[in-house]
């Protein structure tokens, strides 16, 4: 049987965010276009916190600030969210010999044809991700794409 995995990085922006603004933390932060509320512009990344009041990714950014007019509201910083994006990816890249993209913050990976258990390689992919990066994941274990996908939600 096929043995897929999906990794997902846990509110990815956000999660980077606080690693550069830790005195942030707990509090509701909201990612999106040139980090203003009053322009235009979406949510691209709500923290936790921030989803507590209904903010969520897609979301005008005043409607955001409408819910919740005490968030914090940071622009988007693609540079430092690519940089990070090819740390992960590289660590992926050394579990797995077929690693497909999914976007900036997440990845299927074909764990077949490994030795290990996908529980073994899914523990050892958490671990050196929080080592490398300081950031946390989602990983589901399924026989295709679609039921890894399901099980990482
Ligand atoms: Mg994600």
């Known amino acids: 049987m096929r043995r897929i995995l999906h990794v997902d990085m846990d509110a990815f922006f956000a999660a980077i965010e606080l690693k550069r603004h830790p005195e942030l933390a707990g509090k509701p932060l ?13 949510v691209s990344t709500a923290s936790y916190e921030a989803r507590r009041y209904g903010i969520h990714s897609a979301m005008p950014l005043r409607t955001a600030h409408r ?59 958490k671990r050196d991700i929080a080592a490398a990066t300081g950031l946390t994941c989602s990983i589901g274990v399924g026989p295709n794409k679609l039921l890894a996908k399901i099980a990482s939600d």
């Open 67 to 125: 819910l919740c007019p005490q968030a914090v509201f940071l622009p988007v910083d693609f540079r430092e969210y690519e940089r990070v994006a090819q740390i992960v990816k590289g660590i992926l890249a050394r579990h797995s010999p077929v690693v497909e993209d999914a976007g900036i913050d997440e990845a299927y990976l074909d764990v077949s044809e490994s030795a290990l258990s996908a529980e073994e390689i899914a523990r050892a992919i």
């Open 30 to 42: 909201v990612i999106g276009g040139a980090g203003d509320p009053h322009s235009r512009g979406v």
